[in-house]
């Protein structure tokens, strides 16, 4: 009977509200405290530098490449110019991958992930001293010179010398630490992005430390073979190979060098200090202190 029975009122898929979710109002532990905030806005901004600054550092490396590189090739044999400009496509193509990794991924990941990649790094720096030198040496012919000069005059490179420029791979290698370390720091400890950080940042210091040691060793050679060309020793009974390894020290290095002066007579000596013995010589002509330091 229609007394008994009634419509029961249905409302439209519009008018249906879905069940409340369990991710609507997450649990107030989960919420972020505005310490926690602050550092999870610092942590972003890292990041965001980070890519920032890759991204200017590629731009830098390819000026090199598009501008002095080429320019060069003009009045450059390719001897001089693999010595000045090194594996420098090596490190562009490098930073285009690490740019484009970093966009997407985590830092960590991406570091732990290409460090073997960034031994380029270890290439191109232990051998910036002889590319500066190169550098030097060719800018002594006045071809070379003209051609360099328009370079750096020229707008895009900013008035800056392909010097600059070659000191950049050092500078960047050197900083990629101190990224990761405040990053490590504004991270939860004990989240996956703490850990990660904290390895990436580990094999990053590992790669500077192999990088400093390789110019030590590079320039400690270069000490050596300069003590080897100048200083004479033919009236010495036993001749002093300068490159070769100590008796007890292992390879020899060459720690320090100086002038100093006899109390009584002012007679003038070069002290050169080796890690096995320190050695006194007198000069063929005449030095001002000024000149060594």
């Known amino acids: 009977p229609a007394n008994y029975v009634q419509p029961r009122p249905v409302a439209s898929p519009r008018q249906r509200q879905p069940p409340p979710s369990l991710y609507d109002a997450p649990p107030p532990e989960l919420e972020l405290s505005p310490s926690e905030r602050r550092q999870d806005d610092k942590l972003t901004n890292l990041v965001k530098e980070l890519i920032e600054t890759e991204l200017r550092y590629h731009a830098d490396l390819c000026l090199i490449r598009d501008h002095f590189y080429r320019s060069l090739q003009s009045v450059l044999d390719a001897a001089a110019l693999n010595a000045i400009f090194l594996n420098l496509s090596e490190l562009i193509d490098l ?3 690490l740019s484009k990794r970093l966009r997407n ?4 990941t991406v570091i732990s992930a290409e460090i073997d990649r960034l031994a380029a790094f270890v290439t191109f720096c232990s051998q910036q001293t002889v590319a ?5 040496a060719v800018l002594q012919r006045p071809e070379v010179r003209r051609v360099y000069t328009v370079c750096c005059q020229a707008e895009r490179a900013r008035g800056l010398s392909l010097s600059y420029f070659l000191l950049l791979p050092l500078g ?3 900083r990629y630490p101190l990224f990761f370390d405040k990053m490590f720091a504004a991270s ?12 990436a940042l580990q094999l990053l210091r590992s790669l500077v430390s ?6 030590r ?3 400690n050679l270069q000490l050596l073979w300069w003590s080897q060309q ?7 009974r036993e001749k002093i190979e300068f490159t070769s390894n100590t008796r007890s020290q292992g390879p020899r290095e060459f720690l320090h060098s100086g002038i100093l002066y006899k109390a009584r007579s002012g007679r003038l000596l070069v002290a050169i200090l080796f890690n096995d013995f320190l050695l006194l010589t007198t000069p063929d002509e005449h030095l001002h202190e000024a000149n060594m330091n």
Do not use: K
């Open 95 to 97: 930073s285009a991958l």
């Open 105 to 108: 991924e985590s830092p960590g």
């Open 132 to 136: 500066l030198q190169t550098l030097e």
């Open 172 to 174: 960047r290698v050197t």
């Open 188 to 199: 939860a400890p004990g989240s996956q992005l703490h850990t990660s950080f904290d390895v």
């Open 210 to 215: 192999e990088v400093n040691l390789c110019i």
């Open 217 to 219: 060793e590079r320039d």
């Open 230 to 236: 100048h200083v004479r020793t033919e009236g010495l």
